[in-house]
Structure formats: structure tokens, C-alpha cells
């Protein structure tokens, strides 16, 4: 990369609990220059410091490059304000000013699963796909919704929440406060949990798992399920299984509700599993409503990885600057 910046490059960010990363993109949504720090606690003046801190380091290679920032939690997106985080002590944290305050040009904050979901339509998965539905599988089920080849957030910029749609009345409490959410079923957390149960009952199929985990039971978690189905243990396959199931019904709501061309699928769990989506698509299809009388959508696994969330931050504020 050359030392004269080019005027259509932008910074992006990803802001997660345990991590920032952050990087120069291209106008073809290719990653230029990465750099990353640990997320320093929850205190909003030292995320936010970190921030600047990245921002000021990529600012040698593109001075005037906007930046775009990707977070999870509940925005404003007039405002730029971050309504509130899971993961961080922001409430009603007026981000984008603070920010811009600092370091000048334009900021804009978006949440972290619609920059994924936007970087995948640009440039990933779903290229060429006007009416997308994008879910990130992790530790629960972040969404976005791009219609008409827009960037769709509701009434009061909260839309693409499908993680909490209640699937199952009266199941699982979710940390949401509600039982039965979606993501209690489909998610990383999700297998991590099924694996514990199936090694405290002291299952005689739940050897290999307590074996993985050194007999530690609470060291089971939804990456370790992941790694020993793909590796051939029957029961973590059958906890695969399970999880793809529900993860199909879901989709079959959302298809109901929204009527997608396409569902891309990542995320640390979705990009990692393969049987997972095979095994979403054949529930699915069980599950469309109006089956045999309308088209499927594409289930397609996503394209760009850990750094979707950056580069559809970036490209999103290249576009509001």
C-alpha cells in the first residue's frame, strides 16, 4: 500500500466484548491495513479512547478517510447514539459526537450485525441479492435486513432483533427476560449448553466431550461441540442436528414475515458449521409456509469472515460522507 492516500478509501471498526479490530477498505471492499486491540473493560471513555487510539494509527496511510464504526446494541441512527449494549456499559452513549469531537471528519455508528449484513451484499454472499436477510451465529443470533437494495432498520431503528423472536413458548430464559427465544435454540450458546446437559447427565454417549474438556463439564462450550461433530462424534453431531432444526424454523418465519431472495448465514457458528446450514435448509423447506406454491430462498454460509462487520462499517461511511 502506498503512502498517498486514495480519496475513496474508509476506516472501518468492529467493536466487540472481548476485542476491537479495525482496518482501511477500499471502495471494492478489499481490507487494506488491519490493526486490533483487546476491548479494555466496558467503560465507555476506554472503549472509546481505543477507538481513537486505532483510528489515529490507520489515519498515517488515509488522513481524511471517514470512519464507520460497528457495534452491538441498539442505535439511533440519527443521532449516532448507542441506545444500549449487551456487552458494554453504553446507555444512551452519544457516540458518533464524542467521536467526531475527537477526531474531526465524518463518523458514522451503525450496529455491528447491519454492517455485517451490509459488507456481505456489497461484497460478499449476497452480491447481485436486493432483498437479503443476514444472521450472524455466535454466542446468540445478531440480523440485518437489506429491501430494494436498502439498509432497513424500522420505525425507531431497532429491526433485524430476530434472534428474540419466540419460538418456543415458555422455553429456555433468554438474557433478553423473555423464555423461548430463538436464539436459546440455534446459537453457540445454545450448543454449549445442550453439551453441558448431555455431560452432566453422565450420558455414556458424552465421553468424547468430557474427555475434550478434561472432565470440566463448564469448559463445554458451542466451538467445542462444533469441532468434535465436524471431527465425527456422533453426539455432537446429533446436538448439530438439533441446532440446524430450529435454525430452519426460524428461517421459515422470517421468510413468512419478510420474503427474502436470500439468507446468508455467519458468524463464529455459522461459518464454521456446514451440516448446520444443510441440515436449516431441510427444515426449512419443511417449514415454508405456502411450500410446493412459491420459490425457496438461497441459504448461502457467508463470504467475508470475522471482518464483515469492518468493512460494511467503512463502506457505510464512505457512502454518509
Known amino acids: 500500500m502506498g503512502t498517498t492516500p486514495d480519496a475513496h478509501w474508509a476506516i472501518g471498526l468492529d467493536i466487540g466484548g472481548t476485542k476491537i479490530a479495525a482496518g482501511i477498505v477500499d471502495e471494492a471492499g478489499k481490507l487494506l ?26 489515519r498515517r496511510w488515509a488522513p481524511r478517510a471517514p470512519i464507520g464504526v460497528g457495534a452491538a446494541g441498539w442505535m439511533n441512527p440519527e443521532t449516532g447514539t448507542v441506545l444500549f449494549s449487551p456487552h458494554l456499559a ?10 467526531a469531537t475527537v477526531l474531526g471528519g465524518t463518523v458514522c455508528v451503525v450496529n455491528d450485525a447491519d454492517a455485517a449484513g451490509w459488507a456481505e451484499y456489497r461484497f460478499g454472499a ?21 429491501a430494494g437494495g436498502q439498509l432497513r432498520r424500522g ?3 431497532l429491526a433485524g432483533e430476530f434472534g428474540h423472536q419466540v419460538i418456543h413458548p415458555g422455553g429456555h430464559r433468554c438474557e433478553c427476560g423473555n423464555r423461548g427465544c430463538w436464539e436459546q435454540y440455534a446459537s453457540g450458546n445454545a450448543l454449549g449448553r445442550e453439551g453441558r446437559e448431555l455431560a452432566r447427565a453422565n450420558s455414556p454417549v458424552a465421553h468424547t466431550l468430557l474427555d475434550a474438556a478434561e472432565g470440566d463439564v463448564e469448559a463445554i462450550n458451542g466451538a467445542l461441540v462444533t469441532e468434535l461433530a465436524a471431527a465425527g462424534d456422533p453426539a ?8 440446524g432444526q430450529w435454525l430452519g424454523l426460524g428461517l421459515a418465519n422470517l421468510a413468512a414475515a419478510l420474503d427474502p431472495g436470500t439468507f446468508v448465514i455467519g458468524g463464529g457458528l455459522g461459518s464454521a458449521s456446514t451440516r448446520l446450514l444443510e441440515e436449516a435448509e431441510t427444515s426449512y423447506r419443511k417449514n415454508l409456509t405456502g411450500r410446493g406454491y ?6 448461502r454460509q457467508a463470504g467475508l469472515g470475522a471482518d464483515a462487520g469492518l468493512i460494511g462499517a467503512a463502506d457505510l461511511a464512505r457512502q454518509t460522507g
Not at 412459491?294 to 441459504?299: L, N, S, T, V, Y
Request: overall charge negative; hydrophobic content about 35%.
Open 126 to 146: 449476497g452480491q447481485g441479492e436486493p432483498n437479503l436477510v443476514c444472521l450472524t451465529l455466535g454466542t446468540g443470533i445478531g440480523g440485518s435486513l437489506v
Open 90 to 99: 453504553w446507555r444512551n452513549e452519544p457516540l458518533r459526537d464524542r467521536l
Open 236 to 243: 455432537c453431531q446429533e446436538l448439530i442436528i438439533d441446532a
Open 33 to 58: 491495513h488491519r490493526a486490533q486491540l483487546s476491548t479494555p473493560g466496558s467503560s465507555p471513555q476506554q472503549v472509546e479512547q481505543a477507538v481513537v487510539d486505532l483510528v489515529t494509527g490507520l
Open 294 to 299: 412459491r420459490p425457496f430462498a438461497d441459504i
Open 155 to 157: 420505525r425507531f431503528g
